[in-house]
Structure formats: structure tokens, C-alpha cells
């Protein structure tokens, strides 16, 4: 399994609170995502990385921003929770093979109430 | 985006085969994959299929590929209740990094 755990795991947030979840990746990785993961959607992509700052947005990024300043981290801020962003949030990696298989961390619960 | 769609829920009985169906919209799909998610747990991928292929197995599972009706499947042999998971296939374009995944199936396995 590819090193990959998140931070924290849980959380219970207030409305309107920034909240900040942690990927630390120990594969040297070059890509990074972020995906939000709810009843009946799957998971779609918030944003992902293809390098040392640089970043892109998926498919729900509105409401998110993400930060990368090294290899092994990529940041996702909730810059002010609300009550729609209440998912677990999964952490990714991939290498640069062809294949584009990516490994995922174990998950982050977030309440936001 | 990308459209990828699956069953919400297969139930079988142990020892059986089971048969997860999923089909997709994009036409330059490159890559298929089939992961699995056991409770409170992370994504594992399971297996892949390159779109030039028709078949791939390993050991109990067997993915098949049906190009021109998009049309992927992935059938595990004899059925364990370890097997009980939720499924989810994802397809990646050529030369891109993004996976689209579908909802997943929910495979539960009766003793």
C-alpha cells in the first residue's frame, strides 16, 4: 500500500468555521487529489496537484481551495464550512506510470453542523 | 463530466459467482479500473484493464471489457463473505491523471 494518511480523521465543525484537512504522502508521488465521497454520488473530485504548486480544480471545487508547498503534503481548506460539505473526504496519489492507478488514504469523516 | 454508471446493489450467496456491471460514456477511455472500499476503510484498487483489451484474470476475478458497448464488468469466483464491499469502477482518459468513478455497488454476501 502506498503511504498515505490523513489528517484528522474525524471532525465536527460549526457553520461558518475554517477547517483545514492534512494529506501526507510518503511515495514521492508527483500527482495528488482530493475527492469528496457521498450516498448515491460516488466520488468526485474536489481539486488535484501535478506538482509542487501546482493545482487545478475538479469537479466540485466551489467552496475549496488546496495548497501544496511540498511533495509529500496537499492541503484542502474549507474556507467557511457549511452544512453541504458534511462527506468523507478521501485523500489520493499516483505516480507517473501509465497506468494512472492512484492509492488512496484512509479517509476523513467531517460534520459540519 | 465523464458518465459511469453501475447498480447501487448486488447480494449473493457464498460460494457463488458474483457479477458487477458498469457502463461508461467516453469514448477515449484509456484505462479501467475496479476498486474496492471495505467499511470506514480507503479505496483498494483491485484490478485494471488496458482499452485495447477484451479479458484480464486474476486469480478469482475476471474483467471483462466490451468496447463498443461500453460496457465493463468485473465477476468474482466463489464468493467469500470477505468479498463484501462496495465496488466502484473508474475510467481514465488518454494522457489525463483524472479518474471518473462510478457510484458503486454495494456487494453483500450471504452465508
Known amino acids: 500500500d502506498a503511504g498515505i494518511t490523513q489528517s484528522p480523521r474525524h471532525k465536527v465543525t460549526e457553520t461558518g468555521t475554517p477547517v483545514t484537512l492534512r494529506c501526507h504522502q510518503t511515495?514521492?508521488?508527483?500527482?495528488m487529489y482530493w475527492y469528496r465521497q457521498d450516498p448515491g454520488h460516488g466520488l468526485r473530485l474536489i481539486h488535484y496537484s501535478y506538482g509542487v504548486k501546482d493545482t487545478d480544480k475538479g469537479e466540485v471545487s466551489d467552496g475549496y481551495s488546496v495548497s501544496r508547498s511540498k511533495t509529500e503534503d496537499f492541503l484542502l481548506t474549507l474556507e467557511s464550512a457549511t452544512s453541504s460539505q458534511t462527506s468523507v473526504y478521501f485523500c489520493?496519489?499516483?505516480?507517473?506510470?501509465?497506468?494512472?492507478?492512484?492509492?488512496f488514504g484512509p479517509g476523513t469523516r467531517l460534520t459540519v453542523t | 463530466g465523464e458518465d459511469v454508471e453501475q447498480s447501487l446493489f448486488l447480494s449473493v450467496r457464498e460460494g457463488d459467482s458474483s457479477v458487477i456491471n458498469c457502463t461508461y460514456t467516453d469514448s477515449s477511455s484509456t484505462y479501467l479500473y475496479w476498486y474496492k472500499q471495505e467499511p470506514g476503510a480507503g479505496l483498494q484498487l483491485l484490478t485494471y484493464i488496458f482499452s485495447n483489451m477484451d479479458m484480464k484474470q486474476d486469480q478469482r476475478l475476471t474483467v471483462l471489457l466490451n468496447k463498443k458497448d461500453k460496457h465493463l464488468s468485473l465477476r468474482i469466483a466463489d464468493t467469500q463473505t470477505g468479498d463484501s464491499a462496495i465496488y466502484f469502477c473508474?475510467?481514465?482518459?488518454?494522457?489525463?491523471?483524472?479518474?471518473?468513478f462510478g457510484t458503486g455497488t454495494r456487494l453483500t454476501v450471504i452465508p
Open positions: 489520493a496519489t499516483s505516480g507517473t506510470g501509465e497506468t494512472y492507478e492512484q492509492y
Open positions: 511515495e514521492n508521488h508527483r500527482y
Open positions: 473508474a475510467e481514465s482518459e488518454t494522457g489525463a491523471n483524472n479518474l471518473f
